[in-house]
């Protein structure tokens, strides 16, 4: 009886689990796009849309998204956002590579929009891509790539992004960051950007041997003032003369 | 330590603290690096203070006296009860007259003040151009807009959403008036003051890129991927976050900022952005009584 029971459960679960074993093994990109549409439905429908049509005033419209905006939201974890006010911030990203690549194909197939772009750093300059950040990157994200803040919002720090996330965010221009068209940074312009900030943002060269956060001259001033206030004081104590008690 | 070799000491210190001076003043005009121009300026210092220390400690006479304190009770009008400080002025005639070379002494501390003010002018030739063109500016109607390298800038580089810094082509690039920021917004969204109907062919805005607070480069701009949820377009000075409202032109929404950033009118002529006419108003910080608007 006991036995029976066992094997009915074991039917059951088994039969359970074996379409989703078919499905995941699929490398299929039409059967990805649809364990991303499921996903979708499950993930992101409360604000984007049961279809991804966006819902007004809360969420966009990912019709025409394309998988640029997609791999960069989902694969930096800025998206799913808790609340649809938020700004979305780097985070540990919520969904393993399958689930990202089905989500990423969904979103994609919604609509005829940018595709991730490819990037090849070692055919850009350091010195051009220096040029480019200080006049497209640096006013936000801080010439040191450490990012900063504009009114309402912050920029991120650059420091350890993919040269892939790169591309994305300047094509996107996800939340607040203006979006750079090929006519305004060319490919070969982001190349450079991807490398200069591989070679120089990733490890700054700190000539003072200690960049306190790199975050400009304010740390470096309160370093000083309180360097200098130490000294002053030990000073006047040393040269000040004490009047004996009588 | 004796007085004499006190003295001494002194002078040393000060001729030290001069030549520091001096050497601090040879690096700058040899175009030595910021390390080197402080540590000459350091030990110029230091040896200035360390000469001071001596000299109050060795070399000026210290004798202890005590200011006797006028007497606060009333007593009627008698409030004559100053101390008698006659005994202390002889004491310093006498500590005055105790200290030998008194020549090289002066003329050690006059070399290493002369030295020192020195060193603290030269820097002033980093000041960079002169500013007597505050106020004028290169924009008038038919100068076209073009990029650092003199490019003239297209229409159809910059997407909806994005922005750029563009110069007066044919003008010199590097004073207040000269530098724009250009930005791309919905044209369907402008909210343009009175007077501005036409300023902004196909969604382009340029305003002046020096803030009206304290003149710094406005070199932050937002852009809203999805409005709803997002801050509002606008450029953001990032000395002092004063933030301008591109599509209400540059009015300021938060920030020290007294006054919107001048809007330069544009027009396209053959897909290029050409100036329409001169900046609004005047390009720069508000000081010496610029408040206009």
Redesign the interface.
């Known amino acids: 009886m006991r036995s029976a029971r066992l094997a009915t459960a074991l039917a059951i679960v088994t039969a359970a689990l074996a379409p989703a074993a078919t499905a995941s093994s699929t490398t299929d990109q039409a059967g990805r796009a649809d364990d991303g549409k499921a996903l979708f439905r499950e993930e992101c429908s409360s604000c984007h849309g049961f279809a991804g049509q966006g819902i ?5 419209d990912l019709r025409g998204a394309g998988t640029a905006a997609a791999d960069f939201y989902l694969r930096t974890g800025r998206m799913p956002l808790a609340n ?2 938020d ?1 979305p911030l780097r985070s540990k990203p919520r969904y393993d590579e399958e689930q990202l690549d089905a989500l990423i194909d969904y979103v994609g197939s919604l609509g005829r929009g940018p595709a991730v772009p490819s990037v090849d750093t070692a055919a850009g300059s350091v010195s051009r891509g220096q040029e480019l950040f200080t ?2 990157c ?3 994200h801080a010439i040191s790539g450490v990012g ?6 912050y ?1 991120p720090n650059l420091q350890g992004v993919t040269p892939t996330e790169v591309a994305e965010a300047i094509r ?10 090929r ?2 940074l060319s490919d070969a312009d982001v190349n450079s950007i991807a490398r200069y900030i591989e070679a120089v943002v990733d490890s700054p060269d700190d000539p003072g041997g200690w960049g306190i956060g790199h975050i400009g001259p304010v740390p470096e001033g309160m370093v000083a003032w309180l360097l200098a206030a130490v000294t002053l004081i030990v ?1 006047a104590m040393l ?1 000040g ?1 004490r ?1 004996r008690r009588r | 330590m004796s007085r004499d070799r006190a003295e001494l000491l002194v002078i040393a210190l000060l001729l030290a603290a001069a030549a520091a001076a001096v050497g601090f003043v040879v690096a700058y005009l040899d175009g030595a690096d910021t390390q080197t121009l402080g540590i000459a300026g350091g030990i110029a210092f230091a040896g200035l203070a360390a000469a001071a220390i001596v000299a109050g400690a060795s070399v000026v006479r210290s004798l202890p006296s005590t200011e006797s304190r006028p007497d606060y009770s009333y007593e009627d009008d008698d409030f004559d009860g100053q101390g008698d400080v006659s005994g202390l002025r002889d004491d310093l005639a006498a500590g005055a007259d105790g200290i030998s070379r008194r020549k090289l002494l002066a003329g050690s501390a006059g070399l290493a003040g002369a030295a020192l003010g020195g060193a603290l002018v030269v820097p002033l030739a980093s000041l960079g151009p002169s500013t007597t063109a505050l106020t004028s500016s290169p924009w008038r109607s038919g100068v076209r807009l073009v990029d650092e390298n003199g490019v003239p800038v297209e229409s159809t580089v910059l997407q909806e959403g994005s922005f750029l810094t563009a110069f007066p082509g044919g003008a010199e690039a590097n004073t207040f008036g000269a530098p724009v920021v250009v930005v791309r917004v919905d044209p369907a969204g402008l909210e343009l003051p009175p007077g501005r109907e036409g300023w902004a062919p196909e969604g382009f805005l340029a305003f002046s890129k020096i803030c009206t607070h304290a003149g710094c480069a406005v070199n932050l701009y937002r852009s809203p991927l999805y409005e709803p949820t997002s801050p509002d377009p606008a450029l953001v000075c990032p000395c002092h976050y004063s933030t301008f409202d591109v599509r209400r032109g540059a009015e300021v929404v938060f920030g020290p900022a007294g006054r919107p950033l001048p809007q330069l009118p544009l027009r396209i002529e053959d897909g290029i952005l050409v100036a329409d006419g001169g900046l609004s108003g005047r390009v720069g910080p508000a000081w010496r009584g610029v408040r206009e608007q």
């Open positions: 007004d005033g809360v969420a966009p649809p006010g700004q006049s497209s640096s006013g936000c900063g803040v504009a009114v309402g919002a920029a996107v221009g996800p939340y607040v960051m203006p979006a750079f068209g006519r305004q000073i040269i003369e009047r």
